[in-house]
């Protein structure tokens, strides 16, 4: 080996990127498509690739972070007055050889960093991305999408910040020669937040405005009545438990079985009893289901 060889490629790396337009597709939704040279380099894995963004510090300076490969203990170490805000979001679609990306964002108002950056943000704006590296030979990781091979049934649950992901699940289904039986329930802000969605024969979509209710309370009630495969009657698996005030709820599986797979991602004490409802009543075998918080009511988890 040359003694000059370049070191191997990151799974995920940074990219410094400028904001080109943002354009509503719902009342709380906006799509901002950001731009650079470098997101030629960007790659996406699933449609729920997760993505960190950065964005100015309260100063309003734009993020100039480093990519070392301790960064997150050393972002961890930074005063939170200083450094710039870390959000986890979803690549909705990737056009590398263009150098944009989409990213859509819900506007839920001016309280927390990201949410208030997006509601300002005007065109020319710069952030930066930690986001798969097209160089990267292998799989990096970072989504949980995982359906099997041949699956039969799906069930979806989500709210409106996982909506991106289940945008691009449904598109990714409906280019399938047979797409599962899918059954869709996605709790949003208010009738304004429907939006188009790929579809076929075998997808019924629920939209679930939740007005002026608590976060949630409509994801729950369609785990009650969704409709789950019938299982064998064995003991109720026990349940970790998981505050979701101070962790992040994320309990998922690649499964094998074809007959089944859920995915529900949102409010993380609605999703946690999501979790409590499928697995120790209605006996959904956990191996089928990834259950993930993507916020939490009155919480910031970074
Ligand atoms: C894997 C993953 C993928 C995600 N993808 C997306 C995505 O594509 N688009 C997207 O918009 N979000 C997405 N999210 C959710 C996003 O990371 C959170 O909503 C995040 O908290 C927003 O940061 P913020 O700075 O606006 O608010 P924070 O500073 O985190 O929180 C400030 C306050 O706002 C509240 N809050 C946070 N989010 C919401 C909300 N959506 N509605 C109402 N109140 C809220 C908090 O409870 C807190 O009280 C994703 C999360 C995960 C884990």
Redesign the pocket.
Known sequence: MSQHASPPASPYRLFDVALKRKAPLSAHLWRFTFEGPEVSQMATLAPDQ?IKIFFPDPQGRPPAMALAPDWYARYKKQDVETRP?M????I?ALRAQDGEVD????L?GE?????TWATRARPGERLQIMAPNAAFEGDGGGYEWKPPQGLKRLLLIAD???L?AVAGILEGLSALPAPPITEAFVEIPSVDDMIALATWPGLSIEWMPRNLDA?GARMLGAAQRAALPTTASKAAPILAEVNVDEAILWDVSAPDDAGFYGWVAGEAAAVLAIRRLLITERRVDKSSLNL?G???????L?
Do not use: I
């Open positions: 997760r805000p959000r986890t979001y979803t909705r990213v859509d964002f819900v839920h309280t927390g960093p990201a949410s409106e910040t996982a991106p976060p993930m993507y916020w939490r009511e009155g919480r910031v970074d």
